[in-house]
């Protein structure tokens, strides 16, 4: 199964990631620190395109863990799951009083001027803190190295491209022949991203500190840069 999943299959991929946290608890839910619970968050400049990079992720580290349980969750499944009101409370309770305790606190430190219109992203944070929490996602986007602050488990990646290529992206994954509108809209949605983040979550993106690892995509095959990311989290002793 790909590790990128269409919203069709939702219900299913949920139901039976819950069943391998379920299985994976201790008596003592005190003692699940004690477990290594890894988790990658991938940020991006937009036109940098992920999605055959983790699902080589994905692909590897369920061969090398002998298991199924790496899963990435892009934009669309994130989405479906924060908008899908019965999964995503099932999905919060995989986890301990503690840790929802904690998802608490931290959208009260980082979501406090945030408008109307972005209420929402409440859900957001606690649907993929939960993700994370349970270990073995690769969140890609949705400010996920900012709603995993603090987790201990977790490898923040950045990736980035000189414009003209994300711009040359753009063009093919979104059919467009212009040039100039593809570079007028990989800069708005540039700015568009830059802006929210400072605005309403206090995070520079732009700054390289806040990651363990940037990456320039255009240098490396996916493969490469699958294997440069799995090799951080085996050099962590977060994967096998």
Sequence with gaps: MSSYVKGSTLAKLVNKQIVSWERAKKPLE??????????????????????????????KLNEFEKIEEWQTYDKEL?????????????????IDTKKREEISELMRSMLTDYPPQVTVYKKLVQTIRSLSVMGRAIIVGRAGVVITKGLKYGIHVKFVAPF????????????????GEAERLVENKDRERHSFLTQYIKFDAKDPVSYDVTIN???????????????????KGFAK
Excluded: W
């Design 217 to 235: 995509i255009a240098r490396f095959s996916p493969e490469q840069v699958a294997d440069i990311i799995i090799g951080i989290l085996r050099a």
């Design 164 to 179: 003209s290529n994300r711009v040359r992206k753009i063009m093919e994954l979104n059919d467009i022949k212009d040039k």
């Design 78 to 94: 994130i989405n479906k799951i924060v908008e899908d009101h019965q999964i995503s409370e099932v999905l919060i309770q995989t």
């Design 30 to 59: 005190e003692k699940m620190d004690e477990l290594p619970r890894p988790f990658i968050t991938i940020s991006r400049e937009y036109g940098c395109d992920c999605s055959t990079i983790c699902n080589i992720i994905a692909q």
